[in-house]
């Protein structure tokens, strides 16, 4: 892994990059099969292979650099998310996840949302000092910190950088909600952390789970810990006292949406009390990317697929409209809805984010009371 401190990543250098895409060999572990230019840059060419690079390519290597950043909670007015802050300590994510809808943000960065999104990484070391820094401005009002909302807050390099880790300090000494979304069982390192602040009810985890089966996790997003393991920490998470939530997301349809019953009533046996869903999204180059990938992996699948995608957004691979992007509409959409709540109901599941404490706040820095 090189790694880099700088203001942030070159855009000439990652313009370079962006247009070669590894041969498979060198791809071997990631989730995208191509690496295309990002949409904002002026050229763009074609790779392919001439037959005269006869040694075997060395593995595409991950590549981390430092960012300064001048704030670090970013707000959404979004009538679908059902949070208004969200902070989020790397950019890119090496879990590699093929569908992330995250993977076109790489390209304001002048990087592909492709390869270079699961192997060009952004840090924000100043993350935690510029979070107690907003909340402790006199007109900030706490509500659910929504963290790891566009990229994994312990993806494999938190081991090593301890970002998510600062902020889950900070948070604590303030004692402020947060939500935390991840695949990685890397979350029990921070249950001396967690465990506290659930007894406070300050937090929530969302596991990630779209599917059980672990061959197709292998290729849906590679470097994510194993779905057995998601299981375990969701167990671990429970007997602790932290309330799970399994988000079975996203959906892809004709290949994952057999699994819905199935993956519900696992994550209820290891402890998981609240659900989340949604249908698989493909703004912006994702849809490309998937549609490789699909080529690459499940050609046989890719037309049902698509089809039944364009089926719930209205004709298109995507919908961007406020109210459909995660759920999608008609019937099929309905359907997969439908499934989730009979299931649900079923297994006695608590559907959707739980409400959390905002009244025990103190304003990092202010002096506390004297009792």
Request: aromatic share 6%.
């Amino acid at each position: 892994m090189a790694i880099a401190n700088d203001q942030g990543p070159d855009r000439d250098e990652g313009r370079r990059l962006a247009t070669a895409t590894p041969r498979p060999e060198a791809r071997r572990g990631r989730g995208a099969t191509a690496n295309p230019v990002g949409r904002f840059e002026a050229a763009r060419r074609d790779a392919f292979d001439d037959g005269w690079e006869a040694d075997a390519p060395s593995p595409l290597r991950t590549e981390v650099r430092a960012e300064r950043s001048a704030s670090v909670i970013a707000r959404n007015t979004s009538p679908d998310i059902p949070f208004d802050r969200s902070l989020n300590p790397y950019r890119g994510c090496e879990h590699g996840c093929i569908y992330c809808y995250a993977r076109p943000t790489h390209a304001y960065l002048g990087l592909s949302p492709g390869l270079d999104f699961e192997s060009r990484l952004v840090t924000k070391p100043d993350a935690a000092r510029l979070l107690a820094r907003e909340l402790a401005a006199p007109g900030y009002r706490p509500d659910t910190l929504a963290l790891g909302t566009a990229t994994d807050p312990y993806q494999p390099i938190e081991r090593e950088h301890r970002l998510t880790r600062a902020v889950l300090e900070v948070l604590a000494q303030a004692r402020h909600p947060v939500g935390i979304t991840t695949k990685s069982d890397l979350v029990l390192r921070d249950l001396d952390i967690l465990a506290p602040m659930a007894a406070r009810n300050l937090v929530l985890v969302a596991v990630s789970l779209p599917t059980l089966d672990p061959r197709l996790s292998r290729r849906l997003d590679p470097r994510a810990p194993r779905p057995d393991r998601r299981l375990a920490a969701m167990r671990t998470l429970t007997e602790a006292g932290v309330p799970v939530m399994v988000n079975i997301s996203p959906i892809i349809p004709g290949l994952t949406d057999h699994e819905i019953e199935a993956l519900l009533e696992a994550a209820r046996a290891h402890g998981a009390s609240r659900i989340g869903h949604a249908l698989l999204r493909l703004p912006g180059e994702v849809k490309d990317l998937v549609a490789d990938w699909f080529d690459e992996h499940h050609p046989a699948k890719k037309e049902r697929a698509f089809a039944l995608l364009r089926q719930a957004r209205r004709g298109q691979e995507n919908d961007s409209r406020f109210g459909h992007r995660f759920k999608g509409e008609g019937p099929y959409a309905e359907m997969i809805r439908q499934r989730v709540r009979l299931a649900g109901r079923r297994l006695g599941f608590a559907f959707g984010r739980m409400a959390l404490n905002c009244q025990d706040f103190r304003r990092p820095g202010a002096q506390l009371d004297l009792f």
